[in-house]
């Protein structure tokens, strides 16, 4: 017998099984373990086992990518593809082409994965959820404009809000076009300019509520600009489009009713602002009034005619005090002229000669010694009252 190489084996038994029809085709039922998904590639290696035995699985990124799920360790499951070699290392593995999940199915299964990672990206999270205006100008609709779910969001809105405008936007809500067709619709719907949306469709079966269940529809929903109500009629169940909405609504009428108040709210929010708006007017009225009071004062205080009479009274009043002054100014200077009167008249040689002394002139003045006189002189004396000449006889010196 010829001598061989591990490549030439391997290859021979590659051959073997490729040629074996019973392994061409074939659905393996086991447990998923040591699950890899390369990033790179998008290649899924994993184990399929069972309680007995196990074998090498390999899904490759073509085939993986038509998948609605990703699998988990021990997610059990039925795999179907090919047996074959992997002739590098000598072993034979199942190259899969599809996996279902056992149990609870593989749409199921599906939904929560996609719940989620959703989740995990915050899609749900209630921080981001966003108030609903309290007086929309535009109402937008996304939904079949030939179902019942539109015409009940017009009945409502047309009774409870009729100054509202209703934006409606056609949609294809079941289908596989259906997910496209509603996030094209919110973009509509927020270029138009709404204020809040309303996303949704009548009930139906959870195949016909598919679309909002898809991962497009939640991206749309969340990164809607403005406030999302989502409005899929049935009662018990979520879906992914109510998780990922601002505002869940049951029904598209009950969403409808969410998005715009009753009119009697309105009328009761426009009589406040009435009355507030009357009340400050008022306050304002009266405040001008006491403004225009304290200013028309300060303005006569400042016309001319009252401005003349204050100078007119202050005038006087310096006129009167200067007069006043001049008075007491003129009784200091008598009293003073007075005294220095009385004084220079104590000091006058006229009073002296009227208690009874007399001054003699000689040729030559004042004659207050007899040094001056000779015996002959004529001299004039000067009484208190009265002059008269008298000649010298006799002249005593000391």
């Known amino acids: ?7 030439q084996i391997n290859r021979y038994i590659a051959f073997i099984l490729k040629g ?18 390369h990033s790179a590639s998008g290649h899924m290696y994993f184990t399929l086992k069972d309680s007995g035995s196990s074998i090498k699985a390999v899904m490759f990124s073509q085939a993986a990518s038509r998948l609605k799920f990703l699998p988990e360790d021990g997610m059990s499951v039925i795999a179907s593809g ?43 999270d209630p921080a981001h959820k966003r108030p609903l205006p309290e007086f929309p100008k535009r109402i937008g609709a996304v939904t079949s404009l030939t179902g019942a779910a539109v015409k009940d969001i017009i009945n409502v809105l047309s009774r409870r809000y009729p100054i509202g405008e209703l934006y409606a936007v056609n949609a294809v809500v079941q289908g596989e076009e259906a997910p496209d067709s509603v996030c094209m619709g919110i ?16 009930g139906g079966s959870s195949e016909d509520l598919g679309a909002f269940n ?11 600009k403005v406030p999302v109500i989502s ?4 009662e018990r169940d979520y879906t992914i489009a109510d998780l990922a909405a601002d505002m869940r609504a049951p029904t598209p009428s009950a969403a409808a009713e969410l998005a715009a108040p009753p009119v009697d709210l309105l009328y009761e929010r426009i009589g406040s602002l009435s009355r507030r708006s009357e009340n ?9 009034v006491d403004r225009f009071i304290t200013l028309n004062a300060r303005l006569s205080a400042q016309a001319p005619e009252e401005r003349m009479k204050a100078y007119r009274s202050r005038l006087e009043n310096l006129s009167y005090r200067g007069k006043t002054a001049i008075l007491r100014y003129m009784e200091r200077c008598d009293a003073e002229l007075a005294k220095t009167a009385a004084k220079l008249e104590s000091l006058s040689p006229v009073s002296v000669l009227a208690r009874g002394y007399s001054l003699v002139y000689g040729k030559n003045g004042l ?13 004039r004396i000067r009484f208190g009252k009265g002059e008269a000449e008298a000649k010298i006889i006799n002249v005593v010196r000391k």
């Open 1 to 7: 017998m010829p001598v061989i190489t591990v490549s």
């Open 20 to 37: 074996d029809r019973n392994l061409g085709n074939v659905m393996i039922k086991g447990e998923i373990s040591n699950f890899v998904l």
């Open 82 to 124: 090919n047996i074959a070699v992997f002739e590098r290392d000598g072993i034979y593995q199942l190259y899969v082409n599809d996996i279902i999940p056992e149990g609870a199915g593989k749409a199921v299964t599906a939904l929560e994965q996609l719940k989620k990672k959703l989740e995990a990206q915050g899609i749900f």
């Open 187 to 202: 973009l509509r719907a927020e270029a138009a300019g709404c204020d809040v949306i309303i996303v949704g469709r009548g």
């Open 214 to 224: 898809s991962e497009k529809v939640a991206y749309g929903i969340y990164n809607c």
């Open 231 to 234: 409005a899929v009629g049935h």
């Open 280 to 288: 400050a007017a008022f306050r304002i009225f009266d405040k001008s």
């Open 367 to 379: 004659i207050n010694s007899t040094d001056k006189l000779d015996t002959d002189d004529i001299v």
